[in-house]
């Protein structure tokens, strides 16, 4: 009977190498989900499990941000934020789809973003108003209307890279998910080897400047050997571009991990989530996509398209 009293052993802790590679092979499943439904070759089955996914990512994603701000002790307006970043996502893909006006339009779809964020700004201000208890009306709409920001507006430029206009946006975007892992999976090995110089120890104290060297050359090298074998599926692409992209596109991935640790760490919490245990949260997965999709969605539209 006395042994009913011994607390159980507690679960060793997992090393960093261990949580890296189950992030990633977490990561290669969800894109691998998406990208076999991309190239599957019916429209029906490729653009509505795609919006599915990334619903679900938004919603998820979301639903952490905004957990993570509640444990920092910011008000938000949680249930109001989670269904306006749904509604963003799938009215965004309603019109990059041509369901709703034009579907070779960005403009078009800029100007239903520009204007679904008023009306949510002006939803914000109204919800105050008739919160009883809340007084802290501007924290809790900024903060709301961030985690919209964050997320799902994030996260809809990965949208309007697949559906891009006059494109194969399958290729382009599997282009960006790829040059983006590698950017980590560069940062983890150069980092873990040789790593010696930290960058930001107070945010992020694994990450060092030799990691961040890792991260760019890893990623140009897989961007130029992408592209040399992809060309005919983007015609606008050459060395050129492959090495401007391979640069950026490492850089803000580092930039946008750093992001997240200093949300994570302001919160004092070690993962953004507990959706995959041992591993972390929706937007430990993301966090270097985030800040990459309208860098590549930008260099699209306004360098490649014009080339």
């Known amino acids: 009977m006395a042994d009913q009293n011994i607390p159980a052993t507690p679960a060793p802790a997992l090393s960093k190498k261990q949580i890296f590679f189950r992030r ?19 429209k029906l089955l490729s653009d509505y499990v ?37 509604l963003l996502m799938v009215g965004t893909f309603y ?9 070779n339009s960005p403009a078009r779809v800029n100007d239903f973003e520009t204007s679904f964020l008023i009306l949510f700004v002006l939803g914000l201000c109204v919800r105050q108003f008739v919160s009883k208890s809340n007084t802290a ?8 209307l961030f985690g919209l920001m964050y997320v799902p507006w994030l996260l809809n430029f990965i949208q309007k890279i697949n559906f891009f206009p006059n494109v194969d946006g399958h290729f382009y ?20 080897l040789i790593g010696k110089h930290k960058m930001i120890p107070r945010i992020s104290p694994g990450k060092t ?35 401007i992209l391979g ?40 966090d270097s996509l985030l800040f990459n999709a309208p860098i590549m969605y930008l260099y699209l539209r306004h360098v490649l398209q014009t080339s």
């Open 209 to 243: 400047w030799e990691g961040f060297g890792g991260a760019i050359v890893v990623s140009t090298l897989a961007s130029l050997v992408f592209v040399h074998f992809a060309h005919n599926k983007m015609p606008a692409m050459n060395w050129v571009h492959a090495i």
């Open 50 to 86: 795609f919006l599915v996914v990334m619903v679900l990512l938004a919603w998820a994603g979301l639903v952490e941000f905004y957990g993570i701000a509640e444990k920092r002790g910011l008000v938000c307006f949680k249930k109001l934020g989670v269904i306006g970043g749904i």
């Open 95 to 103: 019109h990059l789809t041509g369901k709703l006006g034009l579907s």
């Open 247 to 286: 640069v950026l596109l490492s850089s803000a991935a580092v930039v946008g991990d750093l992001i997240e640790s200093l949300f994570k760490r302001e919160a004092g919490v070690k993962d953004s989530g507990k959706l995959f245990p041992g591993i972390g949260g929706i937007l430990d997965l993301l």
């Open 24 to 42: 990633l092979s977490s990561f290669l499943f969800l894109w691998t989900v998406i990208l076999t439904a991309l190239f599957s070759g019916n």
């Open 173 to 192: 975007l599997l282009y960006f998910v790829l040059i983006t892992k590698f950017s980590d999976t560069g940062a983890y090995a150069v980092g873990s």
């Open 137 to 144: 009306g501007i924290l809790a709409i900024s903060v709301t």
